[in-house]
C-alpha cells in the first residue's frame, strides 16, 4: 500500500495532462535552459560509434550476448566478480538479435538509460519540488561530464543513475516496497548502488515526517529501511569481492582522519567536475585550470550543504533535508566502507552512483531557495553559467582531444576515423580471404582480445587471448598460418619482433600518429617446410 503523498512542493496529480501543462510551461519559462539540455543531448550522440574506442570491458559484454544468442553459454560472472546486470546484458542480446555487432550497438543502451535519467531527474523535481528544482535537476543530469561520458560507455555502470532515480521517486512518493525493489534491481545491476540506500532511507523519512507526526515517520521508515537490509544482503551474495570491502579498522581509521575527509571532498568534486573521467580516458585533466575548478565545484557541494541546514533549521522543510542528509550520508558511507579508491580514475563507476543523488539534493535546495521573489530572476543566468562551462570542458578536455589525436590515452580507448580495432578485424578478413577452415588470430591481451572478438562474429576468425603470454609460433598447426593483433610498441609487438621468423606486417593508424595497432602474419608450418 501506497504511503500518502506530502502535502508541500508541487501537486501531487501526475495525470499526463498535468505533466504536458508543466513540460509546456517550462518550456516557454525556461527555453534558454532546454536550448543548453538540447546541446548536451546532441554532444551524446556525436561519434558515438568511435569516440572514445571500444573499451575491452564494452566489447566482454557484447561478446556475452552473441553466446547467449547463439548457445554457447556466457560468463555468469563479470571479470571484476560481480553478476552481470539483467538491464544492460538484457539490451544487447536483444540488440545484437537484430543488428550486426558495432561500436554503436554496444553503447546504445547507456545512451538511452542516460536519456531516461535526465527526464526522471526532472520528473522528480518538478512533481516534488516546483518547476525551478526540476530544471536544475535536468540541466545538471545532462551537462555533468561524468554523466556525458558515462552514456558512451557500454557496461553495466551506465545505467546506475536512472534505477537510482527511480526508486527516489517511488521512496518520495511513498511507495516503499516499489522504492526497496529498485533499490534491489539496481544492486544487482552493479553493486555500487547499495551506497545510495542512506539516501533513499532518509528522502523517506523527510517526506514523512512532512506528513505525519514523528513516531509514525520512524514506524513507516523502520519498514523501509528492513527491505532495504535485505537488498544489501543481495548485494553481497551477487558481487564475489563485496565482503573484502568490509574492515572494521580501516573504516575506523578513515573515519577518525580529518585529512582523508578533506580529500573526500576535493575526489568527489573532481568526480563531478569531469576531472577524473579526464584523466582516465584522456590521460589528462584541466591542466592549469584544475585548481580553480576544483574550489568552483567544492563551493556549490558546501552551499548545497549550508542551505539545506538553513531550510531544515528556519522553514522545518523535512524533505528537502532528508534529500540533504541522505546525500551526506551516502557519500560518508562510500568513504567509510570502501576509501578513498573509489573516487580514483578508472574506479570512479563505483562512486558514480551517487551522482544522481547529488543532483537531486542540490536541486530540492535550488528550487527551495529561488522561490523567494528576488532571487528568481538570477536562476536562469547562474544556472546556465554553470552548464556552459561543462558542456566546453566536455569538448575541449575529452571530445576533440580524442579525436583529433591531441591527446595519448590508453591503449583501450584508442580511436580513429574507423574504429581502429574493426579495421584490424576486417583486415585480416580481406587478407585471409579464401582459406580452409578458420583462422586463428592471436591477440595480445585483454583490452585488445575482446573488440575483435566481438566484431569477428560471423566471420571465419578464430581469436584467441594471448593473456600477456607470447605462444610459440607454431604452437598450433593452421593451414592458413597465424595473425597477430598487437598495440605498437607492446610487448607481443616487441616479442615477435625479435624473433627470426617469416612474417607480413600491417599497421592500423589511430587519431594520434604515436598510437597505432599492429597486425603480423606467419606461415603456417608445412609452408616453412617446403
Given at each position: 500500500m501506497a504511503d500518502p503523498i506530502?502535502?508541500?512542493?508541487?501537486?501531487?496529480?501526475?495525470?499526463?495532462?498535468?505533466w504536458r501543462q508543466w513540460i509546456s510551461a517550462d518550456l516557454r519559462s525556461y527555453w534558454p535552459l532546454w536550448l543548453i539540455v538540447s546541446i548536451a543531448l546532441v554532444t551524446r550522440f556525436y561519434e558515438l560509434d568511435r569516440v572514445p574506442g571500444v573499451q575491452g570491458d564494452e566489447a566482454w559484454y557484447g561478446v556475452q550476448a552473441l553466446d547467449l544468442l547463439h548457445g554457447r553459454g556466457g560468463e555468469l560472472r563479470t571479470p571484476t566478480g560481480n553478476v552481470p546486470g539483467l538491464l544492460h546484458?538484457?539490451?544487447?542480446?536483444?540488440?545484437?538479435?537484430?543488428?550486426?555487432?558495432?561500436?554503436?550497438l554496444l553503447r546504445l543502451p547507456a545512451l538511452i538509460s542516460s536519456l531516461a535519467a535526465m527526464a526522471g531527474a526532472y520528473a522528480i523535481g518538478r512533481r516534488f519540488f516546483g518547476p525551478v528544482a526540476g530544471m536544475t535537476a535536468l540541466v545538471l543530469m545532462a551537462c555533468l561530464p561524468i554523466n556525458l561520458a558515462y552514456a558512451r560507455f557500454g557496461w553495466d555502470p551506465s545505467q546506475l543513475p536512472l534505477l537510482i532515480l527511480l526508486a527516489t521517486y517511488c521512496a518520495l512518493a511513498g511507495r516503499r516496497l516499489?522504492?526497496?525493489?529498485?533499490?534491489?534491481?539496481?544492486?544487482?545491476?552493479?553493486?555500487?548502488?547499495?551506497?545510495?540506500?542512506?539516501?533513499?532511507?532518509l528522502a523517506y523519512l523527510g517526506v514523512q515526517r512532512d506528513r505525519l507526526p514523528l513516531r509514525e515517520a520512524l514506524f513507516r521508515t523502520a519498514l523501509l529501511a528492513?527491505?532495504?537490509?535485505?537488498?544489501?544482503?543481495?548485494?553481497?551474495?551477487l558481487s564475489a569481492g563485496a565482503g573484502s570491502y568490509l574492515d572494521a579498522s580501516k573504516s575506523l581509521v578513515r573515519l577518525l582522519d580529518p585529512f582523508l575527509w578533506g580529500q573526500l571532498g576535493m575526489g568527489f568534486a573532481r568526480l563531478l567536475s569531469g576531472d577524473t573521467i579526464y584523466r582516465y580516458v584522456v590521460g589528462e585533466g584541466y591542466g592549469g585550470t584544475g585548481p580553480w575548478i576544483d574550489l568552483a565545484t567544492v563551493l556549490v557541494l558546501v552551499a548545497t550543504l549550508v542551505a539545506g541546514l538553513v531550510l531544515a533549521i528556519r522553514k522545518f522543510d523535512w524533505t528537502v533535508a532528508g534529500l540533504v542528509a541522505g546525500w551526506v550520508a551516502s557519500l560518508a558511507g562510500l568513504y567509510i566502507v570502501a576509501g578513498l579508491w573509489t573516487l580514483q580514475p578508472g574506479l570512479e563507476r563505483f562512486g558514480f552512483a551517487l551522482v544522481p543523488v547529488t543532483v537531486l539534493a542540490i536541486a530540492a535546495v535550488v528550487g527551495r531557495h529561488v522561490e523567494v521573489e528576488r532571487v528568481r530572476p538570477l536562476f536562469q543566468p547562474l544556472l546556465a553559467a554553470v552548464a556552459i562551462p561543462l558542456l566546453a570542458g566536455f569538448w575541449l578536455c575529452y571530445l576533440r582531444p580524442l579525436d583529433s589525436g591531441e591527446a595519448r590515452p590508453k591503449p583501450g580507448s584508442w580511436t580513429g576515423p574507423v574504429d581502429p580495432n574493426r579495421l584490424a578485424v576486417e583486415t585480416i578478413?580481406?587478407?585471409?580471404?579464401?582459406?580452409?577452415?578458420?583462422?586463428?588470430?592471436?591477440?595480445?591481451?585483454?583490452?585488445?582480445?575482446?573488440?575483435?572478438?566481438?566484431?569477428?562474429?560471423?566471420?571465419?576468425?578464430?581469436?584467441?587471448?594471448?593473456?600477456?603470454?607470447?605462444?610459440?609460433?607454431?604452437?598450433?598447426?593452421?593451414?592458413?598460418?597465424?595473425?597477430?593483433?598487437?598495440?605498437?610498441?607492446?610487448?607481443?609487438?616487441q616479442a615477435l619482433a625479435q624473433r627470426e621468423m617469416d612474417a607480413r606486417r600491417?599497421?592500423?593508424?589511430t587519431s594520434n600518429r604515436h598510437n597505432y595497432l599492429q597486425i603480423w602474419w606467419t606461415p603456417p608450418p608445412q609452408a616453412k617446410a617446403r
Open positions: 506530502p502535502s508541500g512542493g508541487a501537486p501531487s496529480v501526475s495525470s499526463s495532462a498535468s546484458g538484457g539490451a544487447l542480446v536483444l540488440l545484437h538479435s537484430l543488428f550486426p555487432p558495432s561500436l554503436w516499489l522504492a526497496a525493489l529498485l533499490f534491489a534491481f539496481a544492486i544487482s545491476n552493479h553493486p555500487s548502488a547499495v551506497f545510495a540506500g542512506p539516501f533513499l532511507l528492513a527491505v532495504l537490509a535485505a537488498a544489501i544482503l543481495l548485494a553481497l551474495m578478413a580481406r587478407a585471409a580471404a579464401g582459406s580452409a577452415g578458420n583462422v586463428r588470430v592471436i591477440a595480445g591481451g585483454w583490452w585488445i582480445y575482446w573488440p575483435p572478438a566481438h566484431y569477428a562474429e560471423g566471420k571465419p576468425l578464430k581469436i584467441v587471448n594471448a593473456d600477456g603470454r607470447v605462444p610459440p609460433v607454431d604452437s598450433e598447426s593452421f593451414r592458413s598460418g597465424t595473425y597477430w593483433i598487437a598495440y605498437g610498441g607492446g610487448p607481443l609487438g600491417w599497421k592500423v593508424a
